[in-house]
């Protein structure tokens, strides 16, 4: 159906999906090495347990806490250490690709006239140096949440900051934290099964949905 005249497709949803708010590492940018090199680094700092890529690949079906238990690491040890990831992680940034197709998908989603934002632990000044580095300055809204656990805080004021109600949105992300984080909201979730977290861990936390490649939000959002 074509918009009423003198009408954008923007003004013209007023009670259908009028933003994507998008986690960051692992939804956008695939930045999985580098998790790994900053782990790396601070394992042999801090006297953790060393892990090897392939024992990183296997914690992808392990709940967050139960990874940090894995390597050693306790949630009262945790504040400090995300002080330290953020400053190495920024070192690493610049090599970071957006996964297939992503480039594609938000420009896409900026011609629908779609509000698009981004919510991640990550820094903005990390977030905005992959953006501009990747021609993909497209995005309305960027928030970091400093607490791991507290993102469902982070979704709520974004979407305050917008002036869109929750059944007007939709998140993407990557983790079973993510999912966890919309419920409490409550928001919508589209799961990537590309990211950090593995398929049988987001099917675990029961998402609104799943998708496999990045051209299946495309049809999926009509939809919502």
């Known amino acids: 159906m074509q918009p009423a ?13 009028k933003a994507v708010i998008f986690d960051f590492d692992g939804t956008l940018a695939d930045t999985r090495y580098i ?4 782990y790396d680094r601070l394992a042999r700092k801090h006297n953790l347990t060393i892990i090897s890529p392939d024992e990183l690949e296997e ?3 392990m709940p967050i806490r139960d990874r940090f238990k894995k390597v050693g690491v306790s949630l009262l040890k945790l504040p400090v250490l995300i002080r330290e990831v953020l400053p190495i992680y920024s070192e690493y940034i610049g090599s970071a690709e957006p996964f297939p197709d992503i480039k594609e998908l938000i420009k896409h989603l900026k011609e629908q006239e779609f509000v698009l934002s981004i919510i991640s632990s990550n820094t903005v000044k990390n977030i905005n140096s992959f953006l501009a580095a990747h ?10 949440t400093s607490g791991l656990f507290a993102k469902h805080r982070a979704i709520r004021q974004a979407l305050a900051d917008l002036g869109i109600k929750s059944d007007q949105a939709v998140y993407v992300g990557d983790e079973l934290r993510d999912i966890t984080a919309c419920k409490k909201v409550p928001i919508k979730i589209i799961s990537v099964s590309w990211g950090y977290d593995h398929l049988s861990l987001l099917r675990e936390g029961q998402p ?11 049809r999926l959002l009509p939809q919502l």
């Open 5 to 17: 005249a003198g009408l954008s497709l923007l003004e013209e949803r007023t009670t259908m999906l």
């Open 135 to 144: 021609n993909l300055q497209f995005f309305d809204h960027i928030r970091s």
């Open 35 to 38: 998790l790994y090199k900053v």
């Open 208 to 218: 609104d949905y799943i998708v496999h490649y990045p051209a299946e939000i495309k």
């Open 59 to 61: 914690m992808r079906s």
